[in-house]
Structure formats: structure tokens, C-alpha cells
């Protein structure tokens, strides 16, 4: 299993640019999720996805859309870059509670962005 | 408001002793509350989970408490190495089960 993986792992954008940052998961998890980890801000949840289809907003959802087509992906895209989403992107999956597992969560290496 | 902390002063301690973790929240019922280990340049780990209406949770060296009267959890390193060196976060379940809340994290330094 290659678990969660995220492409790309660096990128530099210019202001108003947009891009998808992809996440892939192997665990055929229900739940993904994006957050951003920024200094003394820790992890700051962005979206989730509880299965196929379904969406919604975190804490800091502003500037970033995701959707779920399938199980195995969950791409977050930045519509207009600005220099405020500089910052670390994780994507993450687990299995949903009450299924049995634990409720751990998996996460992806992250993809580190800079926006000049 | 809701709130979870962690000490955000380093915790450097000697090889060999106990390391213990603080995390702290406000306004939260959690019915589980987790711990991770994020090394430089990496995502988190996840270590120990701990549910509502368990006291405490052993893995090997580690031990989680969690006291939801005080709404405390300590986390426990025993004999400590320079190999757990890194940031360990606690991490709340809330929003009826969708949403994992993170505090941001303590960095422990373990000394030869």
C-alpha cells in the first residue's frame, strides 16, 4: 500500500494563479480531508469528504474548492493564489467511525507552496 | 470559543527520564482524543488513541491519560531516546464525528 500521497511536493505560484493540489489514497477510506499547517497556527482542517459526492467546509475553507468523484482522490484547488495560502497543504483519510477501526488518521508528506 | 493547547515551549529533557505532554481544551466534549508525532519535513503520525470513557491507554513506552472533569489528556514517554525527538500533537474528534481538531503541538528534545 502506498497509503496517502500527495503531488506535487513543492510549488511556487504567482498571485491570482490557480492550481489543484492532488491527494491519493489506497486505504479505500470514506473520510479525507485537507488541512494547512502554518507556524504557532498547527494544523488548520481546510475541507473534508465523508464519501464519494459529498463535501464540506472546515475551519478555513475561503479560496480553496475540493470535490470527491471517487473514493481514491479527494484535489483541493486554489481558484486565485494569494500570498495568505503560503503555507504547508496535508491531505489525510481515515476510515469512518464506527467501522470498526480505531479512527486513526493517515497523512500524506505534505505539499509545501509558496505564493510570491 | 473552543480551544485546544499544548505548550508551546519546548520540552527538552535528558535520555532515560519520563517525557510528559500536556494538551488542554475549552469547550470541546470530544468522544476521542488522539495523539501524533510529526518529524521535520513530514505529516503526521499517528500514535494513540484514547476514547471518553477510558482513563488511560498504554502502547510500549507510551501512556495516554485522559480526564474529560478536568478536560486534560497527558501523554507519557517513558525511558526516553534521542530518537523521539520530534513535535507530538493532540488531536480532538469533534462536529459530530467529521471533524479531527489539532492543538499546535509540542516540540520534546531528548538530550544525551
Known amino acids: 500500500n502506498a497509503g496517502v500521497t500527495q503531488t506535487p511536493k513543492f510549488q511556487v505560484l504567482k498571485t491570482g494563479q490557480s492550481m489543484t493540489l492532488q491527494c491519493a489514497q489506497d486505504m479505500n477510506h470514506e473520510y479525507m480531508s485537507w488541512y494547512r499547517q502554518d507556524p504557532g497556527m498547527g494544523l488548520r482542517l481546510i475541507h473534508y469528504?465523508?464519501?464519494?459526492?459529498?463535501?464540506d467546509q472546515g475551519e478555513v475553507p475561503n479560496g480553496y474548492n475540493v470535490s470527491r468523484s471517487t473514493t481514491e482522490d479527494f484535489p483541493l484547488r486554489l481558484l486565485s493564489a494569494a500570498p495568505s495560502q503560503t503555507s504547508v497543504y496535508f491531505c489525510a483519510s481515515r476510515a469512518l467511525a464506527g467501522s470498526g477501526v480505531q479512527g486513526e488518521q493517515y497523512f500524506g508528506p505534505g505539499t509545501r507552496l509558496t505564493v510570491t | 470559543s473552543q480551544k485546544i493547547e499544548q505548550n508551546s515551549e519546548a520540552l527538552n529533557i535528558q535520555e532515560g527520564k519520563t517525557a510528559t505532554l500536556t494538551c488542554n481544551y475549552t469547550?470541546?466534549?470530544?468522544?476521542?482524543l488522539q495523539w501524533y508525532r510529526q518529524d521535520p519535513g513530514r505529516g503526521p503520525v499517528f500514535l494513540l488513541l484514547?476514547?471518553?470513557?477510558?482513563k488511560e491507554k498504554r502502547k510500549e513506552r507510551l501512556k495516554v491519560t485522559f480526564d474529560t472533569t478536568l478536560k486534560q489528556s497527558l501523554f507519557h514517554i517513558t525511558a526516553s531516546q534521542p530518537a523521539d525527538s520530534a513535535t507530538y500533537l493532540c488531536a480532538l474528534l469533534t462536529g459530530g464525528g467529521n471533524k479531527l481538531t489539532f492543538g499546535t503541538g509540542t516540540q520534546l528534545k531528548v538530550e544525551l
Open positions: 469528504s465523508v464519501g464519494a459526492g459529498i463535501t
Open positions: 484514547i476514547r471518553e470513557n477510558e
Open positions: 469547550n470541546y466534549s470530544p468522544a476521542y
